[in-house]
T-cell receptor, first 111, second 111 residues
Framework: NAGVMQNPRHLVRRRGQEARLRCSPM?????VYWYRQLPEEGLKFMVY????????ESGMPKERFSAEFPKEGPSILRIQQVVRGDSAAYFC?????????FGQGTRLTVV | RKEVEQDPGPFNVPEGATVAFNCTYS??????FFWYRQDCRKEPKLLMS???SGNEDGRFTAQLNRASQYISLLIRDSKLSDSATYLC????????????FGKGTMLLVSP
């Protein structure tokens, strides 16, 4: 029973490129969270999705960021035209009522 | 009051000590609460959930005070391996809902 799978683990992008982060939730979990953690900072909520539905995107920056969780396949967090300030660890979690379980994260570095 | 507030620490304690962390929250609609631990550059891992007045698991005890809107985590007989950041997590409501993380309290256990 695999846990939450995120890939890639590490991603390097040049300024202006696009970054795509993938998250496959635990088996049986239908809800996915995305969080961002800047160096030396806490976890900041970005978006909360159910399959084919965005439940809460109040933490998503208004521009360049988007997320989806299609009926089939992983959840995708997409960052267009990346800037150096996007460098961070991006964690995905899937949840049941007993709690949320995190993937190992994707560390994005923008050079 | 901030949504979820924690003393950032660090708490420096010797092995064998008892240490307690508090976390205050602002959303009175929250029904269940969670404590996570996060090691440096790793994903948060679920430590304990708190549904009613409290929960105990070995050396760890979590308590909830709804009237004062705070939860606490008590660690007895601290081990070196307990050194980590402890995150308080508050859902927005009952069932599936957005999870708000505190910034965490750092614990350093020394020999």
């Amino acid at each position: 029973n695999a846990g939450v799978m995120q890939n890639p683990r590490h991603l390097v992008r040049r300024r202006g490129q696009e970054a795509r982060l993938r998250c496959s939730p635990m088996k049986g979990h239908s809800h996915v969270y995305w969080y961002r953690q800047l160096p030396e900072e806490g976890l900041k909520f970005m978006v909360y999705l159910q399959k084919e539905n965005i439940i809460d995107e109040s933490g998503m920056p208004k521009e360049r960021f988007s997320a989806e969780f299609p009926k089939e396949g992983p959840s995708i967090l997409r960052i267009q035209q990346v800037v150096r300030g996007d460098s961070a660890a991006y964690f995905c979690a899937s949840s049941r009522e007993e709690g949320a379980f995190f993937g190992q994260g994707t560390r994005l570095t923008v050079v | 009051r901030k949504e979820v507030e924690q003393d950032p620490g660090p708490f420096n304690v010797p092995e064998g000590a008892t240490v307690a962390f508090n976390c205050t929250y602002s959303n009175s609609a929250s029904q269940s609460f969670f404590w996570y631990r996060q090691d440096c550059r790793k994903e948060p891992k679920l430590l304990m959930s708190v549904y009613s007045s409290g929960n105990e698991d070995g050396r760890f005890t979590a308590q909830l005070n709804r009237a004062s809107q705070y939860i606490s985590l008590l660690i007895r007989d601290s081990k070196l391996s307990d050194s980590a950041t402890y995150l308080c997590v508050v859902p927005a409501g009952s069932g599936y809902s957005t999870l708000t993380f505190g910034k965490g309290t750092m614990l350093l256990v020394s020999p």
